[in-house]
């Protein structure tokens, strides 16, 4: 019998379109590969294009991702989310992905994608940007590997 | 007796930091008198800073103020706040003035206040910007007067 | 010019179903004119049956009425809410009308209603019930007049 | 690799209050214990009494935990939970502990359970109580294993 506590999940936040090009997939899914080999865990809105890449990512390579989803229908998931949160909060659960996250990484995507990066940023987090929103304070990422690794400085030092 | 609705208060979104300069303050108490002056209500953060100011000015105008709290405690509405709804929500009642604005103007303002325009972006509503963020999309207003007559047009057309 | 700010709009929260028997919709009536009469506002989820009915009542009697759409879209709202607020929080939105009011009242309903009182009672407002959930700490009220009278006492003690 | 996705987690709601006598903690650790034996993660609060009880049983037997924080400091949470979400949005969050769930076991607890019981009973699932409130709908349960057994068949069956 195990009677001490697991240490809790970091999770690192990732934001992106619930649409997205093929590049933009590759990324997120290597994003999510990386994240998943440092032991860490996906925060993501739970839906298609980047967040379902990036979560397609971490599975493969054996990590955990939570989806907070927009709608209440659990169903809305993309099917490498292993841990659904249906916020029914619509839009508002933007705020939730960006505060669920140390850090955050975000790829492509559009308005809503910038209110997270806002969000998190407000909050002093890290923030990396790959081929996303270029905002004073947001790191330009090159490559996954290098938005990975510009965000591991923070969970770990923060 | 009157047995017949009134027609609701279409309300502009008055977006900017809880803290502000005195050039800042001008421009929020103008642009909430020319807003009330059309016959719209002003929504926003409901706050002290751009916040207090533009509820300044709309009600030394005779409009209506309504503010949206990240608290729980109505004490925390600047005075000139006349609808107080202390939603208890944090940052994620961001959301929620976006939403409650036909249109919005930014008047300074930082991570917050661009999390506030990009979700007003996302959802389709004119915004404006006065000395604040400059975004695709966003119209740069020179003056108070610019800026209400930008929004203006899509309060009357939408 | 006025340079003061008003006192904001003290406002009662009125819960129950969106839709309501003709009883209920006359019991809802006669509390919002009654609140209305007494300079108070009206806030609740804006939609039909007793919400329509208890913001009818208070805008005949010159009140103020406020609606916290569980939705996104204006138009949901019924056509007394002269503030509408359109949350597009689902069903959280339940704990901003029982946050917004300094006292609740109760008509009818079914659990998203109870779901209100609960909270309501949780932050020690005082609520009424006519024909609606009985608890320990509600007051079951047997008229409009006497929810009124037994919520109007928190009001000005609190 | 894995290049599938794995079944998301079943989660079962767990509510109660923030402080608890001893013996609705050992009715809580068992609860957390027979979930997840069943193969089932709990979600709840995220903070002390019921709520660190049943996680902690959980995670004695290899179970999955969830916790949604009213508040936005993810050092709020008890040490037995595993994914951490810090809401920020503070009882309204509850909202969000009923949808999570594919049905609910209240143990003790005050308001703030009931709103949460009424919020799953509004959305159809099954709810049951252990020495927490009688509602109609609710089911009565006399043990962990009674409680447990009861809920599951909803699970299966929904």
Redesign the interface.
């Known amino acids: 019998?195990?009677?001490q506590?697991?240490e809790?999940?970091a999770?690192i936040a990732v934001v992106g379109g619930a649409q997205c090009s093929p590049a933009e997939a590759a990324l997120a899914e290597a994003v999510g590969r990386l994240v998943a080999e440092q032991g860490l865990?996906i925060?993501c809105g739970g839906r298609g294009g980047v967040m379902a890449a990036v979560c397609?990512g971490a599975?493969?390579a054996?990590g955990?991702t939570?989806g907070?989803l927009p709608g209440?229908d659990?169903a809305e998931?993309n099917?490498?989310?292993?841990?659904?949160?249906?916020?029914?909060?619509?839009?508002?659960?933007?705020?939730?992905v960006a505060?669920?996250g140390v850090a955050m990484i975000a790829i492509g995507g559009?308005?809503?994608t910038?209110?997270?990066m806002?969000?998190a940023?407000?909050w002093g987090k890290r923030v990396a940007s790959l081929r996303s929103w270029e905002?004073p304070g947001v790191y330009k990422a090159e490559t996954p590997e290098d938005a990975v690794s510009y965000i591991l400085d923070s969970s770990v030092n923060s």
């Open positions: 019998m195990i009677d506590p697991r809790p999940s999770l865990g925060v397609r599975v493969q054996g955990l939570v907070l209440d659990p998931a099917p490498w989310v292993q841990v659904v949160i249906p916020t029914g909060l619509g839009e508002a659960r933007n705020a939730l505060r669920a559009s308005h809503g910038l209110s997270e806002a969000l940023l407000k905002l």
